[in-house]
T-cell receptor, first 115, second 116 residues
């Protein structure tokens, strides 16, 4: 089982709609969860972080975390063509036999917002 | 605060050569992680350095190595380059505690390496 899984998409939504991106992870002990946006040819840019169960809102973005279901999602309200990018989910997972955790990334979901 | 910087931004090498990439973290950040990103494999973790010590390592061959200096700047080296090493190499900095979940990682612009 892969540590972090995302639907690869592509996900296509019209301008003004809500885009919903999903991510599941394998480690019940994970404590930190992040969403990054990556435009084609660019590096990932952090857009949201969440640590507690529930919702966290920042502008048009809402991150939702359900640790019991090992599920984290990102909602983008009022989607704009400029939101077209690949969205990476990252989860901190502790490696076996180690006291350290590190970030594991999903493969990303490609989002296209059409005018 | 200035962001993470990486040099060079682009590199073209031939098989068998070696390459050194550099990363300067955000001021005050002491942890630097390196990733390889390819279309086929996504973002793959190479290693993490904290206070000049490698404290985590991914599943890459020994041709991939790194180090960190006392000013937190980091370099990674790839020896005996192979065609499959063509990728975007990303550096990310964070300011972690010694234990507990990692702080947020901030990425640099990356170095695009092409191996011919």
């Amino acid at each position: 089982q892969k540590e972090v899984e995302q639907n690869s998409g592509p996900l296509s939504v019209p301008e003004g709609a809500i885009a919903s991106l999903n991510c599941t992870y394998s480690d019940r002990g994970s404590q930190s969860f992040f969403w990054y946006r990556q435009y084609s040819g660019k590096s990932p840019e952090l857009i949201m972080s969440i640590y507690s169960n529930g919702d966290k809102e920042d502008g048009r973005f809402t991150a939702q975390l359900n640790k019991a279901s090992q599920y984290v999602s990102l909602l983008i309200r009022d989607s704009q063509p400029s939101d077209s990018a690949t969205y990476l989910c990252a989860v901190n997972i502790q490696d076996r036999g180690s006291t350290l955790g590190r970030l594991y990334f999903g493969r990303g979901t490609q989002l296209t917002v059409w005018p | 605060k200035a962001g993470v910087t990486q040099t060079p931004r682009y590199l073209i090498k031939t098989r068998g050569q070696q390459v050194t990439l550099s990363c300067s973290p955000i001021s005050g950040h002491r942890s630097v992680s390196w990733y390889q990103q390819t279309p086929g494999q996504g973002l793959q973790f190479l290693f993490e350095y904290f206070s000049e010590t490698q404290r985590n390592k991914g599943n890459f061959p020994g041709r991939f190595s790194g180090r960190q200096f006392s000013n937190s700047r980091s370099e990674m080296n790839v020896s005996t380059l192979e065609l499959g090493d063509s990728a975007l190499y990303l550096c990310a900095s964070s300011h972690p505690r010694r234990t507990g979940p990692p702080y947020t990682q901030y990425f640099g612009p990356g170095t695009r390496l092409t191996v011919l």
